[in-house]
């Protein structure tokens, strides 16, 4: 029960921080939800960062100052849940005994150009669906909105996610690593 | 040996992502390069159809430059005939009394033989009674301005010898003109001796 608790604490403060840099004025299609997502994916677990990623993306949908996502909101939701899982999927495959390096980074970065990508391409299809416009118009249409987001989550991951890593787990305690246990 | 095939999907990872990337730029630019050329298709019928309305417009400017050409060849050809039977007068009319207004007629073209009166009513409206016992008309009003208390319509020839402004000695319509006369009506009270 205590640790149910300490999971919807972690949750709530998690997407609470996501919506709130959400919601900050920044060029469009910069943004640090997916980098939190990821690592919240990778410290806590794929389906708790899953969860953070949907959640964060169905209260931005409202909230947004982009305007109200409507039903593109859905697909924007698998774009960011897939990211955090994909953090904890990354996480198991690393093993128990990582090291923090820079080639954690540079392999966070090709999975964030990855992810972004795929999210993108989501967000766009769903669009392309919804509004009878074809899939290629839409992606071709979105091109350069699309290397904005790639290319600034690359850069992103590449330099500050080992380093998150760290200070997070030190903050943390072991008990980071535990919390990912007891929700897989 | 882990490490490195984990190594390998990244990189995998990442050149997928460039490649996907890359072909979506490039299926940007052939859109772009579709709706421009729809767009230059489109300006290039405009440009023709323009260039063609332009071309009728042109043929009719040409016609319609023929037609006055050939029409001021007769109309002059016509002058020429009739430059024997014409003269010029300039023609003052005075308002003096009424505003103080003057407007000259000047190079009038009068037949030659042409009174005083006629030339007159060539560049205004006059009018006049024709008084049997003198045999000439007085002139009553031009454009408007009637004779009124002691303000009268007079008349004046330039004298070129002299060169100052003679009362007219007779009726308007008893002044025959001759070519190249200086004449004057003046609303005034009259001075005539």
Redesign the interface.
């Known amino acids: 029960m205590i640790m149910k608790c300490k999971r919807v604490a972690v949750l709530t403060v998690m997407t609470a921080l996501c919506v709130g840099i959400q919601l900050t004025p920044r060029p469009p299609n910069v943004e640090f939800t997916s980098l939190i997502c990821f690592l919240t994916g990778f410290l806590f677990g794929a389906w708790f960062g899953g969860l953070l990623g949907a959640l964060t993306m169905f209260i931005n949908g409202f909230l947004s100052p982009w305007g109200f996502a409507g039903i593109i909101m859905p697909f924007q939701m698998l774009g960011m849940a897939l990211m955090g899982l994909v953090g904890g999927i990354y996480r198991k495959?690393l093993g128990e005994n990582f090291r923090l390096s820079k080639?954690l980074n540079?392999?966070a970065a090709?999975?964030a150009?990855?992810l972004t990508?795929i999210y993108d391409?989501i967000t766009n299809v769903g669009f392309a669906i919804l509004f009878n416009v074809e899939i290629?118009?839409a992606?071709?249409?979105g091109?350069?909105f699309?290397?904005v987001h790639?290319v600034s989550n690359t850069v992103l991951f590449g330099a500050v996610f080992s380093s998150l890593v760290k200070v997070i787990g030190d903050l943390a305690g072991e008990n980071v690593w535990s919390y990912q246990k007891e929700i897989l | 040996m882990e490490l490195s095939k984990?190594?390998l999907i990244?990189?995998l990872?990442?050149w997928?992502?460039?490649i996907?990337?890359l072909s979506?730029?490039a299926?940007?630019y052939?859109?772009e390069l579709h709706k421009e050329k729809q767009v230059c298709e489109k300006y290039e019928d405009m440009y023709n159809e323009l260039v063609e309305n332009y071309t009728d417009l042109l043929n009719s400017y040409q016609n319609l430059v023929q037609k006055y050409e050939s029409e001021k060849q007769n109309l002059t050809e016509l002058l020429e005939q009739y430059q024997g039977c014409i003269m010029r007068v300039d023609i003052c009319i005075d308002y003096g009394e009424w505003n103080g207004t003057v407007v000259w007629y000047n190079n009038t073209i009068v037949p030659l033989g042409c009174n005083l009166l006629e030339a007159t009513k060539k560049v205004a409206i006059v009018n006049s009674t024709y008084w049997p016992a003198y045999q000439a008309s007085f002139v009553d009003a031009i454009n408007g301005v009637w004779n009124q208390g002691a303000c009268y319509w007079m008349w004046y020839r330039w004298d070129t010898e002299e060169n100052l402004w003679v009362y007219g000695d007779c009726g308007a319509d008893r002044y025959t003109l001759t070519n190249n006369e200086i004449l004057m009506w003046r609303y005034e009270i009259p001075s005539y001796p």
Request: charged share 5%; proline share 0%.
């Open positions: 495959s080639t540079l392999e090709c999975l150009a990855f990508l391409i290629i118009v992606l071709a249409l091109v350069w699309m290397v790639v | 984990r190594n990244m990189v990872l990442a997928l992502t460039s996907s990337l979506l730029v299926a940007s052939y859109l």
